[in-house]
């Protein structure tokens, strides 16, 4: 069969950096799962970008869809044959609806039963009549933010100015908004000029000779090879920030690195403050010596080539200057005043309508972080650490750096902090205490870090619950999801065996304190409660732990998470070994049986009848007593463990729904505190053995 390239590009305004590759990489998916749709092969795919285009290269596309001859299968014989032997409209329909005749039946016996089959030839579409649906393809792309323009109804990333869509050299006919697809492309937009591609293969090469380099991976090697060779010509050290870099590549189309320079004085400055004024605002490389001490020195990248550069490095040191003195200017005023004048700053600061000020939620972090410190087991020293550092964690955010750079806050906190005299660890928990701030952070080091950290994020999320400000679906503005796992993270990694549910009833305790929202404390408890496991959920997933042994560790209450994380790893060692699916089988029996036992009573050993309720009873009082005592997971699971074969004698001889009321009840009883222990580690009901 003959073969075709396909090429499909889509001409835009130029795009956020931070959209690109993720549009890229959506419009390859999407053409390659309607090509695998509509069973058209295909060699290979490449994708392309850059601010200004979104492209795919389909090598090697068929020429038409692949045949298909498949069987069909129709009503069964009884209802396809009538009486007199002749076919029921039943057949003759089934027939119709498959493009044969009745003449094409033959019958197959499935399970006993004969079954009218027809055998169906389907001849395969032209390619090219399949790809104006490439259409919708484009119309289909989901971007986190949209426009409109002109008169037109569609909402995109940006403008579309054109397309191009080719099936070898013939056009792909379709047309958006008011843009008709051809096969005219833009090359860079101040070096080069249009192009008429009709040779799809040929689309990077003749891109490349108009100054883009549409190939991504490309032009970051470029990039990197760029700042090696001024790293060599100048003894430099200039660490690459990949999320940076990936930026920084979106934002060209033609690659040029060059470097510039500030003054010296700037130098005084935080390194932190230098580094955000250049990365953060300007997408600048920051530069160091071999011994790691940032020079005066950037590196930017130039979307165009090597013409002029001295002329754009000025115009860069311009921009950096004037950023910096800014900076500076900030720096010395915020020097000049002490905390407590931020703190008082923070009574004119709004958190949240419903919620109060800055100032109160900072008063109900430093009541929530006492009582987590003393629930720690925290010294009188470092108690008064916590609360020192819970008093000016946020008193930052009001400082003229802070406000101008918000990337600082908590970093310029810290330096401030030390300034002022505060206890390192005080100083550094300010910074902290914002850790962790995103999915692959860590958690505080500090023990004052931890606590406040915790402190402040279940304030936040509390407080947030009691006003019904809850996440749903994508809508997330105060970053709940993002700061339930910062509270699970550092429980587990602090290794601290607090109760889940004891920490979500303090912080509940601390927010009634100041009447935020009219829902009860058992209402907020049992949201959050759900809300957290959701989260625990999630990081139990990440570690590829299996869906019904987390629903089994989740069923009941959380408690500690370390424990709890322990326990899922646990199941996960002991889920394929041998004897597992008996043990799992004999400990579900009992918390099954238990559900029947309407009347919660103690135990009476004068009422066992047999000698299976007595050894069971025994044994259950030792494994009580042992899970009490034990210190690690494995060593409970071998404990319950060893509850089975006393669990399958019991069953073996005894009627737990005896005739007898007393026996009976009885009986109930002890499956039931049987069953109380078992749940305390999982529920083996949820766990799917072979």
């Given at each position: 069969?003959?073969?075709?390239?396909?090429?499909?590009?889509?001409?835009?305004?130029?795009?956020?950096?931070?959209?690109?590759?993720?549009?890229?990489?959506?419009?390859?998916?999407?053409?390659?799962?309607?090509?695998?749709?509509?069973?058209?092969a295909y060699e290979g795919i490449k994708l392309y970008s850059t601010p200004?285009?979104?492209?795919?290269?389909?090598?090697?596309?068929?020429?038409?869809?692949?045949?298909?001859?498949?069987?069909?299968?129709?009503?069964?014989?009884?209802?396809?044959?009538?009486?007199?032997?002749?076919?029921?409209?039943?057949?003759?329909?089934?027939?119709?609806?498959?493009?044969?005749?009745?003449?094409?039946?033959?019958?197959?016996?499935?399970?006993?039963?004969?079954?009218?089959?027809?055998?169906?030839?389907?001849?395969?579409?032209?390619?090219?009549?399949?790809?104006?649906?490439?259409?919708?393809?484009?119309?289909?792309?989901?971007?986190?933010?949209?426009?409109?323009?002109?008169?037109?109804?569609?909402?995109?990333?940006?403008?579309?100015?054109?397309?191009?869509?080719?099936?070898?050299?013939?056009?792909?006919?379709?047309?958006?908004?008011?843009?008709?697809?051809?096969?005219?492309?833009?090359?860079?937009?101040?070096?080069?000029?249009?192009?008429?591609?009709?040779?799809?293969?040929?689309?990077?090469?003749?891109?490349?000779?108009?100054?883009?380099?549409?190939?991504?991976?490309?032009?970051?090697?470029?990039?990197?090879?760029?700042?090696?060779?001024?790293?060599?010509?100048?003894?430099?050290?200039?660490?690459?920030?990949?999320?940076?870099?990936?930026?920084?590549?979106?934002?060209?189309?033609?690659?040029?690195?060059?470097?510039?320079?500030?003054?010296?004085?700037?130098?005084?400055?935080?390194?932190?403050?230098?580094?955000?004024?250049?990365?953060?605002?300007?997408?600048?490389?920051?530069?160091?010596?071999?011994?790691?001490?940032?020079?005066?020195?950037?590196?930017?990248?130039?979307?165009?080539?090597?013409?002029?550069?001295?002329?754009?490095?000025?115009?860069?040191?311009?921009?950096?200057?004037?950023?910096?003195?800014?900076?500076?200017?900030?720096?010395?005023?915020?020097?000049?005043?002490?905390?407590?004048?931020?703190?008082?700053?923070?009574?004119?600061?709004?958190?949240?309508?419903?919620?109060?000020?800055?100032?109160?939620?900072?008063?109900?972090?430093?009541?929530?972080?006492?009582?987590?410190?003393?629930?720690?087991?925290?010294?009188?020293?470092?108690?008064?650490?916590?609360?020192?550092?819970?008093?000016?964690?946020?008193?930052?955010?009001?400082t003229q750096m802070v406000y101008e750079f918000p990337e600082l806050q908590?970093?310029?906190?810290?330096?401030?902090?030390?300034?002022?005299?505060?206890?390192?660890?005080?100083?550094?928990?300010?910074?902290?205490?914002?850790?962790?701030?995103?999915?692959?952070?860590?958690?505080?080091?500090?023990?004052?870090?931890?606590?406040?950290?915790?402190?402040?994020?279940?304030?936040?999320?509390?407080?947030?619950?009691?006003?019904?400000?809850?996440?749903?679906?994508?809508?997330?503005?105060?970053?709940?999801?993002?700061?339930?796992?910062?509270?699970?993270?550092?429980?587990?990694?602090?290794?601290?065996?607090?109760?889940?549910?004891?920490?979500?009833?303090?912080?509940?305790?601390?927010?009634?304190?100041?009447?935020?929202?009219?829902?009860?404390?058992?209402?907020?408890?049992?949201?959050?409660?759900?809300?957290?496991?959701?989260?625990?959920?999630?990081?139990?997933?990440?570690?590829?732990?299996?869906?019904?042994?987390?629903?089994?560790?989740?069923?009941?209450?959380?408690?500690?998470?370390?424990?709890?994380?322990?326990?899922?790893?646990?199941?996960?060692?002991?889920?394929?070994?041998?004897?597992?699916?008996?043990?799992?089988?004999?400990?579900?029996?009992?918390?099954?049986?238990?559900?029947?036992?309407?009347?919660?009573?103690a135990v009476d050993e004068q009422r066992f009848v047999n000698e299976e309720?007595?050894?069971?009873?025994?044994?259950?009082?030792?494994?009580?007593?042992?899970?009490?005592?034990?210190?690690?997971?494995?060593?409970?699971?071998?404990?319950?463990?060893?509850?089975?074969?006393?669990?399958?004698?019991?069953?073996?001889?005894?009627?737990?729904?005896?005739?007898?009321?007393?026996?009976?009840?009885?009986?109930?009883?002890?499956?039931?505190?049987?069953?109380?222990?078992?749940?305390?580690?999982?529920?083996?009901?949820?766990?799917?053995?072979?």
């Open positions: 069969m003959n073969k075709r390239d396909i090429l499909l590009e889509v001409g835009l305004e130029e795009m956020p950096a931070r959209f690109v590759t993720d549009s890229m990489n959506q419009l390859g998916s999407k053409v390659e799962e309607f090509l695998q749709e509509q069973k058209v200004r285009r979104l492209a795919v290269l389909v090598e090697g596309a068929a020429e038409a869809q692949e045949d298909i001859e498949e069987e069909a299968k129709g009503p069964a014989k009884k209802i396809a044959l009538q009486e007199d032997g002749s076919w029921s409209k039943a057949a003759m329909g089934f027939t119709r609806g498959q493009g044969v005749t009745v003449e094409d039946i033959y019958f197959k016996e499935i399970n006993g039963i004969e079954y009218v089959h027809v055998n169906k030839f389907i001849k395969g579409q032209p390619t090219i009549d399949l790809l104006p649906k490439l259409r919708e393809i484009i119309l289909g792309l989901h971007f986190g933010k949209n426009m409109r323009w002109a008169n037109n109804d569609l909402r995109y990333i940006r403008p579309i100015k054109w397309i191009v869509a080719l099936f070898g050299s013939e056009i792909i006919p379709f047309q958006i908004t008011n843009v008709s697809t051809g096969r005219i492309t833009k090359g860079h937009r101040f070096l080069g000029d249009s192009v008429t591609i009709t040779i799809p293969a040929e689309y990077e090469e003749q891109l490349r000779n108009q100054f883009v380099i549409a190939d991504p991976a490309e032009r970051k090697a470029m990039i990197r090879h760029q700042l090696s060779q001024l790293e060599q010509e100048k003894s430099w050290v200039i660490p690459v920030d990949e999320e940076l870099l990936e930026e920084v590549n979106n934002l060209v189309e033609y690659p040029t690195a060059l470097s510039g320079s500030f003054n010296e004085d700037f130098l005084e400055l935080p390194e932190e403050v230098l580094i955000t004024s250049m990365k953060e605002h300007q997408r600048y490389f920051p530069v160091k010596d071999q011994k790691g001490t940032l020079l005066p020195h950037f590196v930017t990248v130039r979307n165009g080539d090597s013409r002029s550069l001295d002329t754009v490095a000025r115009g860069n040191e311009k921009v950096l200057r004037a950023r910096l003195a800014d900076a500076d200017f900030f720096y010395k005023e915020d020097q000049s005043k002490d905390i407590d004048f931020f703190l008082s700053k923070l009574q004119a600061i709004v958190y949240h309508e419903k919620i109060g000020t800055l100032a109160e939620k900072v008063k109900r972090i430093r009541r929530l972080a006492a009582k987590l410190s003393e629930l720690t087991g925290a010294s009188e020293e470092e108690q008064e650490k916590v609360d020192r550092a819970a008093e000016i964690c946020k008193f930052d955010l009001v908590g970093i310029m906190g810290e330096k401030y902090a030390e300034q002022k005299g505060e206890n390192p660890e005080v100083a550094r928990a300010v910074n902290e205490h914002y850790e962790p701030r995103h999915a692959d952070d860590k958690a505080p080091e500090t023990f004052t870090g931890a606590v406040v950290s915790l402190a402040d994020k279940l304030d936040t999320i509390v407080s947030c619950f009691a006003v019904d400000i809850i996440p749903t679906g994508s809508q997330d503005p105060y970053a709940l999801r993002r700061q339930a796992a910062g509270i699970v993270l550092i429980l587990e990694e602090k290794n601290w065996g607090v109760s889940l549910e004891t920490v979500l009833q303090i912080a509940i305790s601390v927010v009634k304190e100041d009447h935020i929202g009219e829902k009860t404390a058992d209402l907020l408890l049992e949201e959050l409660v759900a809300f957290f496991k959701l989260r625990i959920k999630h990081s139990l997933q990440a570690r590829d732990v299996r869906y019904d042994l987390i629903d089994a560790v989740l069923a009941g209450a959380v408690g500690s998470l370390p424990s709890l994380f322990a326990k899922a790893v646990v199941l996960m060692a002991h889920k394929e070994e041998d004897g597992f699916k008996e043990t799992a089988e004999a400990l579900s029996r009992v918390v099954n049986i238990a559900k029947k036992a309407e009347e919660h009573g309720e007595k050894v069971l009873h025994r044994e259950f009082l030792r494994v009580q007593l042992g899970l009490q005592e034990s210190q690690t997971a494995e060593q409970q699971f071998a404990l319950l463990e060893s509850l089975k074969a006393p669990i399958e004698q019991y069953f073996d001889h005894t009627m737990v729904m005896a005739e007898e009321t007393d026996v009976r009840e009885n009986r109930l009883n002890q499956m039931r505190e049987l069953s109380n222990l078992i749940l305390t580690f999982a529920d083996f009901n949820k766990i799917l053995v072979k």
